[in-house]
């Protein structure tokens, strides 16, 4: 994965998500009182809207070109909440420290690609769970039709705005799924258009993830000496249910 290429396009991507998931992990972050600790802070998407809420918080993302985003758009930005950036590898996190809430939002837990980095990474976040602190993660729940998907051509997959310049973009994706494996190596294909409608810019993002279905995130969260206390199925607070499009999960330790 290019995570420098990501970096510029980051927003851009996550631009289709809405408020959501920022405003879901905003509410448990107040919540919880701080200190909060993002595993996969990304461009600060949503440590920066937790700061702003007062509340002091640790983003660690692999990615220095990431990282190097956020610091930027810190600068001049109005928080009352402290941020502290780290790069480090959400596997082997070892910050010996520890907090009220813990966070690994926007799937980040899929970019582990195997069952043993997944559950190093929730061992990882475990570690780090102050007395009575919780953890909390999404992922989204494998669709069979999109599994099934053999196509290797672009889909269209959403319009936006991109939030730097006011630009048009279209958003285009191929997946790649490996179903024994549970991987899927797809691309991203983002075409910034000019002020006449034509292509000014084509970016390829590519991405590698390893899904997992909802009863083995249980039994993985279970093996690391976690508990399950509230199961969703969006960032509305809807049940979590067969038809639920997402999994979110807030866990304590045992």
């Known amino acids: 994965m290019n995570y420098a290429a990501w970096a510029d396009w980051y927003d ?7 408020s959501g998931e920022v405003d879901f992990y905003v509410d ?55 941020v502290e950036l780290i ?15 813990v966070t690994i939002p926007a799937r980040a837990l899929l970019l582990a690609d195997n069952p043993d980095d997944q559950m190093a990474t929730l061992r990882s ?6 007395r009575g ?20 051509s672009p889909f269209f997959w959403d319009e936006v705005v991109n939030p730097a310049n006011g630009r048009r973009c279209l958003l285009w994706a191929i997946n790649r799924f490996d179903t024994t494996a549970q991987t899927n190596d797809g691309l991203q294909i983002i075409e910034e258009l ?6 000014a810019t084509k970016v390829y993002l590519d991405v590698r993830l390893r899904y ?3 009863p083995e995130l249980r039994l993985l969260i279970e ?11 969006d960032f509305s607070g809807s049940p979590f249910d067969e038809h639920s499009p997402e999994y979110v999960v807030i866990c304590r330790a045992v």
Request: charged share 30%.
């Open 12 to 18: 851009v991507v996550y631009s289709t998500e809405g």
């Open 28 to 82: 448990l972050a107040r919540h919880s009182g701080g200190p909060v600790l993002e595993i996969g802070v990304g461009t600060g998407r949503i440590a920066i809207p937790t700061a702003r809420a007062g509340i002091d918080i640790v983003g660690v993302d692999l990615s220095t070109e990431m990282l190097d985003v956020t610091r930027k758009r810190l600068e001049g930005c109005r928080i009352s909440g402290k």
């Open 87 to 101: 790069q480090a590898d959400m596997r082997n996190l070892d910050l010996k420290r520890k907090f009220r809430l």
């Open 125 to 130: 976040a475990r570690s780090h769970l102050a």
């Open 133 to 152: 602190g919780r953890l909390a993660l999404n992922v989204f729940v494998p669709d069979p039709h999109m599994l099934a998907d053999e196509s290797r």
């Open 194 to 199: 000019d002020e006449r409608g034509m292509v």
């Open 212 to 214: 997992v279905y909802p």
């Open 223 to 233: 093996r690391c000496g976690l508990r399950i206390v509230h199961e969703l199925g």
